[in-house]
């Protein structure tokens, strides 16, 4: 079974920074890549950012591009979302995901 744990959120002031981590146990099929979605109250869900299993190819939803960063280090089996100069709108709950597998999501408030 494998198992994702977020942690890192918090509530921060607009132009703050935050690195949430996904840690990761359990086993996993071939070489997955792993994503950071987010979700604010009353929106889908929405793809925030993904990284390949070698760290090489990463990929950014348009809202956070130049402002968060996505990294992984495998032998830790953990996943960062580095987020800097925070805004109001990235106020979400964030979710890590690995192949079909989902944490629980850890919270992240911006005030202005």
């Known amino acids: 079974q494998v198992r994702l744990v977020e942690s890192g959120g918090g509530l921060v002031q607009a132009g703050a920074s935050l690195k949430l981590s996904c840690a990761i146990s359990?086993?996993?099929?071939?070489?997955?890549?792993a994503r950071w979605f987010r979700q604010a109250p009353g929106k889908d869900r929405e793809f925030v950012a993904g990284?390949?299993?070698?760290?090489?190819?990463?990929s950014y939803a348009d809202s956070v591009k130049g402002r968060f960063t996505i990294s992984r280090d495998n032998g830790k089996n953990t996943t960062y979302l580095q987020m800097n100069n925070l805004e109001p709108e990235d106020t979400a709950v964030y979710y890590c995901?690995?192949?079909?597998?989902w944490g629980q999501g850890t919270q992240v408030a911006v005030s202005s």
């Open positions: 995901q690995v192949q079909n597998y």
């Open positions: 359990g086993h996993t099929f071939g070489y997955p890549a």
């Open positions: 990284i390949s299993w070698s760290g090489y190819d990463t």
